[in-house]
């Protein structure tokens, strides 16, 4: 079966900070690979999405990047964290466009 | 673009009353719709989906949802909750052949009372 995994569960940065969060899929391949954030209160905004090695599409401009270094691997960094950055950040894979499963999040707070 | 507007931030339910969210979406082409649970500090997990076919989609824990197409509606039913099903629900839209992107309501959390 697939597992995905997210670390670290909470991290505590301070602002002008850099940011690395990691993704990993277990149990399948060329999987499509999403980043969300789900602010205080709010719903979930679509970041990035990967369709393949080094295929990366943004869906909001920011200060954030992603990476997808390996097939089933997604990174989301930032090189100067800002206030605005806190919040709780979902990674997502699919088999295709029409189902997304989720990974257990990561907590960010900026201070 | 797609938009996708759940109607109550919050429902609070006696345990074993059944419950209704709501969901409504915007759209001028067809679309694929879901229904997420997200349970405090952990990710969403996918309730049902309607891609076609019959327009009653039942799925996990007891939950069904009913695509009116008509009414631009999804919304979410389960006859009698329990306790364990207090969470936040998301509704989502992909418009078919939008690829990837999928919109998420703003969630509505349901809060049910013993």
């Known amino acids: 079966s697939q597992t995905i995994h997210q670390w670290p569960a909470t991290l505590v940065q301070p602002v002008g900070s850099p940011l690395s969060l990691e993704c990993t899929v277990e149990?399948?391949?060329?999987?499509?690979l999403y980043w969300y954030r789900q602010a205080a209160g709010r719903g979930l905004q679509l970041l990035f999405y990967?369709?393949?090695?080094?295929?990366i599409s943004s869906e909001v401009p920011q200060n954030l990047s992603a990476s997808r270094p390996q097939d089933r691997q997604f990174i989301l960094s930032s090189k100067k964290l800002l206030l605005s950055d806190s919040g709780f950040y979902l990674c997502a894979w699919g088999p295709g466009p029409y189902e997304q499963y989720f990974g257990p999040g990561t907590r960010l707070t900026v201070t | 673009a797609q938009s996708v507007t759940q109607l109550d931030s919050q429902v609070p339910v006696f345990e074993e009353a059944p419950v209704e969210l709501r969901c409504n979406y915007s759209?001028?082409?067809?679309?694929?719709l879901f229904w997420y649970v997200q349970y405090p500090n952990q990710g969403l997990q996918l309730l049902l989906k309607?891609?076609?076919?019959?327009?009653l989609v039942k799925g996990i824990n007891g939950f069904e949802a009913e695509f009116n197409k008509s009414q631009t509606s999804f919304h979410l039913r389960k006859p009698s909750v329990h306790i364990s099903d207090t969470a936040e629900y998301f509704c989502a839209v992909i418009v078919s052949g939008g690829y990837q992107k999928v919109t998420f309501g703003t969630g509505t959390k349901l809060q049910v009372i013993p």
């Open positions: 149990g399948t391949s060329n999987p499509n």
């Open positions: 309607y891609l076609s076919g019959s327009t």
């Open positions: 990967s369709v393949g090695i080094g295929q």
């Open positions: 759209s001028s082409v067809s679309v694929y």
